[in-house]
């Protein structure tokens, strides 16, 4: 193992960990911001977003020059295409949501319950990633193990995603743009939680070589 892969791999805990930042934030606003202006919280996690995305560009710039001393330069590639895929998918899902509320629409209970659950997976599956990332180059074998608690989690969300589905489909349409909006918001948080499980096969793949 190289002093290139474990730069990268460095360099890949940050920017989880900002999107940690991101995710939590999203989750703040939906269980404490009730006083908050929904457009100010966007602001924050735009800018969480936007640092997220020009931390990909520099670690891009660094896979470029020093791809001859790295291993597995694919599947780093594929890890960083998705972490900044899920940044702009809680981007535009808070998005989405603040312009929800300053519509003044009113989120049901049943729905909002789904969504908080949703980004809780999500945070839990991130909590796992950077584990995972962290010890790829000290304990592979833990790397695995926490990849591989992912999974589980992974299948969590895509049942709350069905059930947000169900209760959309069973909600009176006299209202198509909350449905529309609170579907493409599942929506995104499904494809992070997907992203997150891809991650996590990427970095097994690569930790199994170290075993």
Excluded: W
Aim: aromatic share 6%.
């Amino acid at each position: 193992m190289s002093i290139a892969n474990m730069t990268l791999e460095e360099k890949l805990q940050q920017i989880t960990v900002k999107l940690i930042d991101e995710s939590r934030t999203l989750y703040e606003f939906l269980t404490v911001g009730n006083n908050i202006n929904p457009m100010q919280i966007y602001t924050k996690i735009n800018g969480i977003k936007d640092s997220i995305e020009n931390e990909k560009y520099l670690t891009g710039e660094y896979i470029i020059k020093v791809r001859e001393g790295l291993d597995y330069v694919d599947l780093y590639i594929d890890i960083l295409n998705n972490l900044e895929k899920i940044a702009q998918n809680v981007d535009a899902a808070t998005y989405r949501l603040s312009v929800l509320l300053t519509r003044s629409s009113k989120i049901d209970n049943v729905m909002h319950g789904l969504i908080v659950v949703m980004c809780e997976k999500i945070l839990a599956s991130l909590t796992h990633l950077i584990e995972s990332i962290k010890t790829l180059s000290s304990n592979a074998k833990k790397s695995i193990e926490s990849a591989r608690n992912i999974l589980k989690l992974e299948e969590d969300v895509d049942d709350l995603y069905r059930n947000v589905e169900l209760k959309l489909f069973e909600r009176p349409h006299e209202d198509l743009v909350y449905v529309m909006l609170m579907k493409d918001i599942a929506d995104r948080l499904e494809d992070s939680e997907d992203l997150i499980r891809d991650s996590a096969n990427s970095i097994t793949y690569i930790a199994f070589s170290r075993t």
